[in-house]
């Protein structure tokens, strides 16, 4: 069963950056869609960026075109969230997801969750 656990979270002024990570075990990671969400108090989650198995095919949410890059480490089973120009919009909780043998950019695509971390921007 594929676990996941993301790390990286902090506070930052706006403009500033962060880099979130996101560990896997429990199965190979060349299996998954991974995926970046994330959650601001009283909205919903959404989808903010993803990578293929390959690494080929990315997808962002328009919020985050130009600031955000998403890659990631088959071998090391990890995904790498860069996060530049960070704006108090951005803040929210992040969590990981991974989405078995399919590409996908919405919860409901996504079989496994970490359990999130925090992203703080202060203007």
């Known amino acids: 069963q594929l676990q996941l656990v993301e790390s990286g979270g902090g506070s930052v002024q706006?403009?500033?950056s962060l880099r979130l990570s996101c560990a896997a075990s429990g199965m190979p990671l060349i299996l998954?869609?991974?995926g970046w969400f994330r959650q601001a108090p009283g909205?919903?989650?959404?989808f903010v960026a993803a990578i293929?198995?390959?690494?080929l095919r990315l997808d962002f949410a328009d919020?985050?075109?130009g600031r955000f890059t998403?890659?990631?480490d088959n071998a090391k089973n990890t995904v790498t969230?860069?996060?530049?120009?960070l704006k108090p919009e951005d803040t929210a909780v992040y969590y990981c997801?991974?989405?078995r043998l399919r590409d996908g950019t919405t919860n409901h695509e996504y079989d496994c969750w970490g359990q999130g971390t925090q992203v703080t921007v202060s203007s």
């Open 81 to 85: 969230l860069q996060m530049n120009s």
């Open 70 to 72: 998403i890659s990631r």
């Open 97 to 99: 997801a991974a989405a």
């Open 43 to 46: 909205k919903e989650r959404e």
């Open 32 to 34: 998954y869609t991974m």
């Open 63 to 65: 919020s985050v075109k």
């Open 14 to 16: 706006a403009g500033g």
């Open 52 to 55: 293929g198995w390959s690494g």
